[in-house]
């Protein structure tokens, strides 16, 4: 499986500022996502993160929002934008090779991500 | 819209005895289903996946049983160790390598 590694690990934030999460992976992959974890709840899927075009959001979530980035096969980076404390929580990033035969997605560890 | 639900938000064991995590879900598009386990302070760890043609998948001390025709889906592990403890996900996907995850189930393991 791929290994996936996401940073910051955690932050602490100001209302308004913006923070980007980077995620790195060791291997070229087919597929990212962008996921967000409440606290104690489950995992909602932000978006797709496309090679080489816009990603592909999911109902309720806007690219002014959460911009995303995909540059190459191994990185992608998630920007929150104009933080409110609502917006705290875990941001996982998870990636899938399609071409290895499985569908399997595998999670980076997160962004604990706390707005004050 | 469709979701995955789970039945049991907290599960509590005893060391040792057999652990039965259950699902339920409402797509019947569905045609791929996964099972993570997420620690305090990680993200989520792939257990066991099975694809609906089959209906039921072993793997190292867990079993996943698939029922289509009620929609259900199970995660049975054996010989539950204090390690097991985490909080258990089951997720859907429904062709389109986008994953719909259930609420999750608290396992809590004692010694």
């Known amino acids: 499986s791929a290994v996936i590694s996401q940073k910051p690990s955690r932050d602490i934030c100001q209302r308004g500022t913006s923070l980007t999460i980077q995620c790195q992976v060791d291997s070229q992959v087919t597929m990212m996502f962008w996921y967000r974890q409440q606290p104690g709840q489950s995992l909602t899927l932000i978006a797709t993160a496309n090679q080489g075009s816009e990603a592909t959001y999911e109902s309720g979530f806007v690219i002014d929002k959460f911009p995303i980035s995909r540059p190459n096969l191994t990185f992608s980076t998630l920007t929150v934008s104009n933080m409110s404390p609502e917006d705290s929580s875990i941001y996982l990033c998870?990636?899938?090779?399609?071409?290895?035969?499985?569908?399997?997605?595998?999670f980076g560890a997160g962004t604990r991500l706390s707005v004050l | 819209g469709e979701s995955v639900g789970l039945h049991l938000p907290t599960l509590s064991v005893q060391e040792g005895d057999n652990s039965i995590i259950n699902c339920a879900y409402s797509n019947s598009a569905s045609d791929y289903f996964i099972w993570y386990k997420q620690e305090s302070g990680k993200g989520p760890q792939f257990i066991i996946d099975?694809?609906?043609?089959?209906d039921k998948r072993q793997g190292q001390r867990v079993t996943v049983l698939l029922n289509k025709t009620v929609k259900h889906l199970s995660l049975q592990i054996a010989a539950t160790q204090p390690g097991d403890s985490a909080v258990y996900f089951c997720a859907e996907n429904s062709g389109y390598s986008t994953l719909t995850f259930g609420k999750g189930t608290m396992l809590l393991v004692s010694p």
């Open positions: 998870s990636v899938e090779d399609l071409t290895s035969g499985e569908n399997i997605q595998y």
């Open positions: 099975i694809r609906s043609n089959m």
